[in-house]
């Protein structure tokens, strides 16, 4: 099955909190933007979204330009006919976030439990080159991927997992590391799963 059968299938058969990411809001996230205090026309891409409740909540704050990428159709329909509701307008992007393609540059490119699944090397490099060349010069990156003591996989795939160490080290050439830490993540299914989630700027 492809990457994107496998996530429409995912999408199409679980009810929203029957996944182990589901977060009915994603507080951390959140926390981390409100402290960036970034202008409400900031431009900010959530990748892999998903069906998170991220982009809903940026718009009600007043953020008026939001990128929603997900390999998933499916997830990013959802995700519109909840902003719709509101009266709200989003920008969704169906791709594989290393196949991105889009004139528009961002301040805020955010990625909760997606970098993680990807672990081949020369699809990580695509990514970290995509990351860069779509985030304005002073942009933020925000991250959150399964932790050193993390889980191995989720939703049935290999992860990678990362430290705090490891993600400095990563990104070193372009960002500097604003802050990190971990997180204890509470699934729908009364387990948990510890996350890393860091902060940067890009300064190249
Ligand atoms: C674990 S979920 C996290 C969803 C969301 N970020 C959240 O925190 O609720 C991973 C998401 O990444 C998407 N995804 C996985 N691989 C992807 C890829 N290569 N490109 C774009 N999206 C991808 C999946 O469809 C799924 O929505």
């Known amino acids: 099955m492809s990457n994107k059968d496998h996530w429409e299938k995912i999408y199409s058969t679980k009810e929203i909190d029957g996944v182990s990411w589901y977060q009915e809001t994603?507080?951390?996230?959140?926390?981390?933007?409100?402290?960036?205090?970034?202008?409400?026309?900031?431009?900010i891409i959530d990748?892999?979204?998903g069906k998170s409740f991220l982009a809903d909540t940026l718009l009600n704050w007043g953020y008026n330009d939001i990128t929603v990428l997900d390999i998933s159709g499916n997830a990013l329909n959802e995700?519109?006919?909840?902003?719709?509701?509101?009266?709200?307008?989003?920008?969704?992007?169906?791709?594989?976030?290393t196949d991105l393609s889009s004139d528009q540059k961002?301040?805020?490119?955010h990625d909760r439990a997606v970098f993680h699944f990807i672990t081949n090397n020369q699809e990580r490099e695509k990514y970290l080159s995509l990351l860069?060349?779509?985030?304005?010069?002073?942009?933020?990156l925000i991250i959150g991927t399964f932790s050193e003591d993390g889980p191995l996989k989720c939703s049935g795939l290999d992860v990678q997992r990362y430290s705090i160490k490891e993600l400095r080290e990563l990104l070193k050439e372009n960002f500097k590391f604003i802050d990190g830490f971990k997180e204890i993540h509470n699934t729908p299914f009364n387990t948990t799963q510890s996350f890393t989630f860091c902060t940067f700027k890009k300064i190249n």
């Open 26 to 43: 994603p507080i951390t996230s959140l926390n981390i933007i409100k402290a960036l205090k970034l202008n409400l026309n900031a431009s």
């Open 47 to 49: 990748v892999g979204a």
């Open 79 to 97: 995700v519109a006919r909840r902003v719709a509701k509101e009266n709200h307008k989003i920008k969704c992007i169906e791709s594989n976030v």
């Open 106 to 109: 961002y301040d805020v490119w």
């Open 132 to 140: 860069n060349s779509s985030l304005n010069k002073e942009g933020y």
